[in-house]
T-cell receptor, first 112, second 112 residues
Framework: KAGVTQTPRYLIKTRGQQVTLSCSPI?????VSWYQQTPGQGLQFLFE???????NKGNFPGRFSGRQFSNSRSEMNVSTLELGDSALYLC???????????FGPGTRLTVT | GQQLNQSPQSMFIQEGEDVSMNCTSS?????WLWYKQDPGEGPVLLIA?????ELTSNGRLTAQFGITRKDSFLNISASIPSDVGIYFC????????????FGPGTRLSVLP
Protein backbone atom coordinates (compact mmCIF):
# COMPACT_ATOMS: atom_id res chain seq x y z
CA LYS A 1 0.00 0.00 0.00
CA ALA A 2 1.24 3.47 -0.78
CA GLY A 3 1.89 5.67 2.21
CA VAL A 4 0.57 9.11 3.00
CA THR A 5 1.61 11.60 0.36
CA GLN A 6 1.85 15.36 0.71
CA THR A 7 2.31 18.01 -1.92
CA PRO A 8 4.24 20.14 -2.37
CA ARG A 9 7.23 19.05 -0.32
CA TYR A 10 8.70 22.55 -0.18
CA LEU A 11 7.14 25.96 -0.49
CA ILE A 12 8.34 29.53 -0.13
CA LYS A 13 5.78 32.28 0.32
CA THR A 14 5.86 35.92 1.38
CA ARG A 15 4.01 37.49 4.27
CA GLY A 16 0.38 38.22 3.57
CA GLN A 17 0.00 35.54 0.93
CA GLN A 18 -2.10 32.44 1.34
CA VAL A 19 -1.14 28.81 0.81
CA THR A 20 -2.89 25.51 0.22
CA LEU A 21 -1.29 22.20 1.14
CA SER A 22 -2.54 18.82 0.01
CA CYS A 23 -2.59 15.40 1.62
CA SER A 24 -3.58 12.01 0.21
CA PRO A 25 -4.12 9.43 2.94
CA ILE A 26 -3.33 5.75 2.81
CA UNK A 27 -5.97 3.93 0.76
CA UNK A 28 -8.92 3.02 2.96
CA UNK A 29 -8.08 5.55 5.68
CA UNK A 30 -10.92 7.92 6.37
CA UNK A 31 -9.33 10.08 9.04
CA VAL A 32 -6.80 12.79 8.22
CA SER A 33 -5.10 14.96 10.83
CA TRP A 34 -2.86 17.94 10.31
CA TYR A 35 0.02 19.02 12.54
CA GLN A 36 2.43 21.93 12.62
CA GLN A 37 5.99 21.16 13.70
CA THR A 38 8.45 23.85 14.72
CA PRO A 39 11.71 23.60 16.70
CA GLY A 40 10.29 25.71 19.50
CA GLN A 41 6.77 24.29 19.85
CA GLY A 42 7.21 20.71 18.69
CA LEU A 43 4.30 18.85 17.09
CA GLN A 44 1.07 20.75 17.50
CA PHE A 45 -2.32 19.46 16.42
CA LEU A 46 -4.20 21.61 13.93
CA PHE A 47 -7.36 19.66 13.08
CA GLU A 48 -8.74 16.26 12.18
CA UNK A 49 -11.22 15.33 9.48
CA UNK A 50 -13.21 12.14 9.28
CA UNK A 51 -15.57 11.41 6.41
CA UNK A 52 -15.47 15.05 5.29
CA UNK A 53 -16.37 16.39 8.75
CA UNK A 54 -14.03 18.23 11.09
CA UNK A 55 -13.87 16.13 14.26
CA ASN A 56 -11.30 17.98 16.35
CA LYS A 57 -9.59 21.32 16.21
CA GLY A 58 -6.43 22.53 17.89
CA ASN A 59 -5.70 25.94 19.29
CA PHE A 60 -4.81 27.80 16.12
CA PRO A 61 -6.23 31.05 14.72
CA GLY A 62 -8.96 31.05 12.11
CA ARG A 63 -6.38 31.74 9.40
CA PHE A 64 -5.78 28.00 9.47
CA SER A 65 -8.53 25.99 7.83
CA GLY A 66 -8.97 22.66 6.19
CA ARG A 67 -11.33 20.42 4.37
CA GLN A 68 -11.68 16.83 3.31
CA PHE A 69 -13.06 15.51 0.08
CA SER A 70 -15.22 12.46 -0.54
CA ASN A 71 -12.14 10.45 -1.56
CA SER A 72 -10.60 11.27 1.85
CA ARG A 73 -7.96 13.56 0.36
CA SER A 74 -7.52 16.66 2.48
CA GLU A 75 -6.29 20.19 2.03
CA MET A 76 -5.29 22.79 4.55
CA ASN A 77 -5.19 26.48 3.86
CA VAL A 78 -3.37 29.24 5.65
CA SER A 79 -4.40 32.77 4.80
CA THR A 80 -2.53 36.01 5.46
CA LEU A 81 0.74 34.22 6.13
CA GLU A 82 2.97 35.40 8.96
CA LEU A 83 6.67 34.77 9.50
CA GLY A 84 5.79 32.53 12.43
CA ASP A 85 3.88 30.20 10.13
CA SER A 86 7.18 28.86 8.80
CA ALA A 87 7.15 25.22 9.81
CA LEU A 88 6.95 21.61 8.70
CA TYR A 89 3.29 20.77 8.13
CA LEU A 90 2.54 17.12 8.61
CA CYS A 91 -0.49 15.14 7.61
CA UNK A 92 -1.37 11.82 9.24
CA UNK A 93 -4.03 9.28 8.34
CA UNK A 94 -5.69 6.35 10.08
CA UNK A 95 -8.52 3.98 9.23
CA UNK A 96 -10.74 5.20 12.05
CA UNK A 97 -10.58 6.71 15.50
CA UNK A 98 -9.54 3.53 17.29
CA UNK A 99 -6.35 3.12 15.32
CA UNK A 100 -2.81 4.42 15.21
CA UNK A 101 -1.94 7.12 12.70
CA UNK A 102 0.66 7.23 9.95
CA PHE A 103 2.44 10.36 8.86
CA GLY A 104 3.34 11.71 5.46
CA PRO A 105 6.75 13.26 4.66
CA GLY A 106 5.50 16.78 5.35
CA THR A 107 5.49 20.10 3.53
CA ARG A 108 8.23 22.52 4.53
CA LEU A 109 6.73 26.03 4.38
CA THR A 110 9.02 29.02 4.57
CA VAL A 111 7.47 32.47 4.90
CA THR A 112 9.72 35.42 4.05
CA GLY B 1 -4.74 20.20 28.91
CA GLN B 2 -2.86 16.97 28.56
CA GLN B 3 0.91 17.21 28.44
CA LEU B 4 3.59 14.65 27.81
CA ASN B 5 7.11 14.71 29.14
CA GLN B 6 9.92 12.74 27.57
CA SER B 7 13.26 11.92 29.08
CA PRO B 8 16.02 12.19 28.44
CA GLN B 9 15.83 15.23 26.18
CA SER B 10 18.89 14.02 24.30
CA MET B 11 21.42 11.24 24.63
CA PHE B 12 24.75 10.26 23.16
CA ILE B 13 25.60 6.58 23.14
CA GLN B 14 28.20 4.29 21.66
CA GLU B 15 27.26 1.98 18.83
CA GLY B 16 26.24 -1.37 20.26
CA GLU B 17 24.86 0.03 23.50
CA ASP B 18 21.28 -0.36 24.66
CA VAL B 19 19.04 2.70 24.96
CA SER B 20 16.13 3.46 27.26
CA MET B 21 13.79 6.40 27.13
CA ASN B 22 10.43 7.14 28.65
CA CYS B 23 7.35 9.24 28.36
CA THR B 24 5.08 10.37 31.19
CA SER B 25 1.67 11.94 31.23
CA SER B 26 -0.26 13.95 33.79
CA UNK B 27 -3.40 12.00 32.89
CA UNK B 28 -4.40 8.47 31.97
CA UNK B 29 -4.00 7.32 28.38
CA UNK B 30 -5.54 4.36 26.55
CA UNK B 31 -3.13 4.40 23.60
CA TRP B 32 0.60 5.01 23.35
CA LEU B 33 2.48 5.37 20.08
CA TRP B 34 6.21 5.63 19.48
CA TYR B 35 7.62 7.33 16.39
CA LYS B 36 11.08 8.02 14.96
CA GLN B 37 11.73 11.09 12.86
CA ASP B 38 14.71 11.75 10.60
CA PRO B 39 15.61 15.34 9.67
CA GLY B 40 13.23 16.83 7.12
CA GLU B 41 10.97 13.77 7.09
CA GLY B 42 7.71 12.81 8.70
CA PRO B 43 7.62 10.64 11.85
CA VAL B 44 7.59 6.91 11.19
CA LEU B 45 5.46 4.73 13.45
CA LEU B 46 7.57 2.23 15.39
CA ILE B 47 5.24 0.64 17.92
CA ALA B 48 1.61 1.02 19.01
CA UNK B 49 0.40 0.03 22.50
CA UNK B 50 -3.25 -0.34 23.52
CA UNK B 51 -3.32 -2.10 26.87
CA UNK B 52 -1.83 -1.34 30.29
CA UNK B 53 1.15 -3.60 30.93
CA GLU B 54 1.46 -4.51 27.24
CA LEU B 55 5.00 -5.22 26.06
CA THR B 56 5.53 -5.11 22.29
CA SER B 57 8.65 -5.61 20.19
CA ASN B 58 9.59 -4.54 16.70
CA GLY B 59 13.02 -5.93 15.86
CA ARG B 60 15.52 -4.39 18.25
CA LEU B 61 12.87 -2.07 19.68
CA THR B 62 10.70 -2.91 22.66
CA ALA B 63 8.04 -0.67 24.13
CA GLN B 64 5.86 -1.03 27.20
CA PHE B 65 2.56 0.51 28.22
CA GLY B 66 2.96 1.44 31.89
CA ILE B 67 0.70 -0.20 34.49
CA THR B 68 -0.46 3.19 35.78
CA ARG B 69 -1.47 4.13 32.21
CA LYS B 70 0.44 7.36 32.71
CA ASP B 71 3.73 6.30 31.21
CA SER B 72 5.41 4.33 28.47
CA PHE B 73 8.94 3.16 27.82
CA LEU B 74 10.97 2.49 24.70
CA ASN B 75 14.12 0.41 24.63
CA ILE B 76 16.51 -0.04 21.74
CA SER B 77 18.99 -2.87 21.96
CA ALA B 78 22.41 -2.99 20.30
CA SER B 79 22.16 0.47 18.76
CA ILE B 80 23.44 1.10 15.24
CA PRO B 81 24.21 4.37 13.42
CA SER B 82 20.84 4.44 11.62
CA ASP B 83 19.08 4.65 15.00
CA VAL B 84 20.06 8.32 15.06
CA GLY B 85 17.04 10.58 15.07
CA ILE B 86 14.33 12.01 17.26
CA TYR B 87 11.99 9.64 19.04
CA PHE B 88 8.52 10.89 19.86
CA CYS B 89 5.88 9.39 22.07
CA UNK B 90 2.21 10.15 21.50
CA UNK B 91 -0.73 9.34 23.69
CA UNK B 92 -4.48 9.53 23.65
CA UNK B 93 -6.89 9.65 26.56
CA UNK B 94 -9.95 7.55 27.29
CA UNK B 95 -12.09 9.43 24.82
CA UNK B 96 -11.40 7.85 21.45
CA UNK B 97 -12.58 11.03 19.80
CA UNK B 98 -9.62 12.88 21.20
CA UNK B 99 -6.59 13.69 19.13
CA UNK B 100 -3.13 12.41 19.97
CA UNK B 101 -0.82 14.47 22.18
CA PHE B 102 2.89 14.39 21.39
CA GLY B 103 5.90 14.59 23.65
CA PRO B 104 8.79 16.97 22.87
CA GLY B 105 11.01 14.12 21.68
CA THR B 106 14.28 12.46 22.66
CA ARG B 107 17.18 13.19 20.33
CA LEU B 108 19.43 10.14 19.97
CA SER B 109 22.99 10.34 18.70
CA VAL B 110 25.03 7.19 18.13
CA LEU B 111 28.80 7.47 18.21
CA PRO B 112 30.76 4.94 16.14
Amino acid sequence: KAGVTQTPRYLIKTRGQQVTLSCSPISGHRSVSWYQQTPGQGLQFLFEYFSETQRNKGNFPGRFSGRQFSNSRSEMNVSTLELGDSALYLCASRPGQLYEQYFGPGTRLTVT
Amino acid sequence: GQQLNQSPQSMFIQEGEDVSMNCTSSSIFNTWLWYKQDPGEGPVLLIALYKAGELTSNGRLTAQFGITRKDSFLNISASIPSDVGIYFCAGRGDNYGQNFVFGPGTRLSVLP
